[in-house]
């Protein structure tokens, strides 16, 4: 019974992370549209640096402790009190770094108007010191459904936000007060649908015994952030604002579909598996499930999207964007391997081995920059394509310790993709060449998206995939229970 109620509640999360996910993109990615045919390449590149160095200090704001908190067994008031206030002043600090940093950067870049754009989308690290904390409570709980509430509305009006300051003459201010008004609008959502509030008590004995754990992930998450963003850095250095408004467009399409996806079922992954880790064949079985069933969807996705990258670009952005379609296809490339990464990485975080974490965001950043040092000097291209080789390497090097730590072997793991990858691959082919068939891109693109998930959905029945089989009884189940 417990183990049903599990199963069902799991379900549930999932189903609602998946809207969460989905809602929030689907919008995002037709206000991204929207944006693009207003917006030149030379916006995005600068809103495209100002967010790396955001990112990254963000990382500092959360210090791998909202994390802590999900992992942690048992929690109280003052955890999460002690993790706010903590991350509030880690803030301020930050803040006030980045504040007097934004002119030595816009110098460094040559781009005198990004001080302004740094000062004013760095406030945005308040927010997310607030956030991070509502979030936790939300995924301890498994009340995703608050989460679907809170984006969806928040993208809404934020996009509305956007659309307006651009189509008014705003240009890159339009891309700062849609992100702003974005996370101001899910805090205050938030605020009043997740029974949480920050208390006057603050305990340095909690801090120390959720930092054990957080600070590892901290280093890792810092490590991951900066080697991720230094692609972007040297490129918005070596070429222009534009090439890197490009390179973050093609990155952008693959990056929200398999967020949508892999990240949904991951979010709900965590903290199911961490309330099994004294359960070491239940966590490899469920991970094994999440693998399988993010690689059936992600897979052809990402292959789909390649293949359509041109009449895609063509017909949703213009012609202006048809540049990034090489970086597109080669981030697909890249995106696709996320669930082996993402599955064994939760896996090893629920199990409470941020040590082993830290260790593999080390030997694999260490490979990232040597691959990197080499194509540098090759142009744009070259080092897109050395960030996807550095990526299938990393598949390798995040599943060796669930080898030893859940008896998950390699040959068990790519065994249990291979299926997926394999239609996927097949679909692909064919779809690829109808593009010799003379048709407009908006005729090439449906009849390549039809065809597409016609062929692999009826590849996936005919040879009776067992997890096409799951998916189709998961979602049964879930029309049950919410009939019920």
Known sequence: MDSQNTKSKVL??????????????????????????????????????????????GVFVQSGLNTALIQKKETDEADFSSVFYLSLSVAFLVYIILFFAAPYIAVFYGIPQITAVFRV?????????????????????????????SSTGAILISGAVGIYM??????????????????????????????????????????KGLLSFGWKLLVSALIDTIYEDLRSLIIGKMFNPAVLGLYNRGQQFPSVIV????????????????????????????????????????????????????????????DKWLPCV?????????????????????????LGRSDIFLKLEIIKKIVGLAILAITIFYGVYAISLGGAIGGIISTFINAYPNRHLLGYSYKEQWGDIMPS????????????????????????????????????????????????????????????????
């Open 12 to 57: 549930s999360s999932l189903f609602w992370k998946l809207m969460e996910r989905g809602g929030t993109q689907g919008i995002q990615f037709i206000v991204q549209i929207v944006l693009a045919r207003l917006l030149l390449p030379e916006d995005y590149g600068i809103i495209a640096l100002v967010v790396i160095f955001t990112t990254i200090a």
């Open 421 to 484: 990858l394999l239609l996927s691959l097949v679909m692909g082919a064919v779809v690829y060449s109808f593009k010799w068939l003379g048709l407009s891109a908006v005729g090439t693109l449906l009849l390549q998206v039809c065809v597409g998930a016609v062929l692999y959905l009826g590849l996936a029945w005919l040879i009776k995939l067992e997890c096409f089989s799951y998916i189709l009884s998961t979602f049964k189940e879930i029309q049950v229970r919410d009939g019920s």
């Open 326 to 350: 090489p970086f597109l296809q080669i981030f697909c490339a890249t995106y696709a391997l996320w669930p082996i990464h993402t599955a064994n990485l939760q896996a090893i975080n629920a």
């Open 121 to 149: 989308l760095s406030m945005i690290l308040f927010l997310g010191a607030f956030n991070s904390i509502q979030n936790a409570v939300v995924a301890r709980n498994l009340q995703f459904k608050k989460l679907f509430f």
């Open 259 to 318: 967020s949508n996806v892999d990240g949904s079922i991951q979010s709900v992954m965590l903290p199911v598996l961490s309330s099994h880790q004294d359960d070491r064949p239940r966590v490899k079985a469920m991970m094994r499930r999440g693998i399988v069933t993010s690689s059936f969807i992600v897979f052809p996705l990402m292959v789909g999207l390649a293949v359509t990258a041109e009449p895609l670009v063509k017909l949703l952005l213009t």
């Open 166 to 207: 651009a189509y008014t003459g705003y240009g890159v201010w339009a891309l700062v007060g849609q992100q702003i008004s974005n996370q101001l609008l899910v805090t205050l959502i938030l605020w009043f649908t997740v029974k949480w509030r920050p208390h006057l008590v603050f305990s340095f004995e909690k801090v």
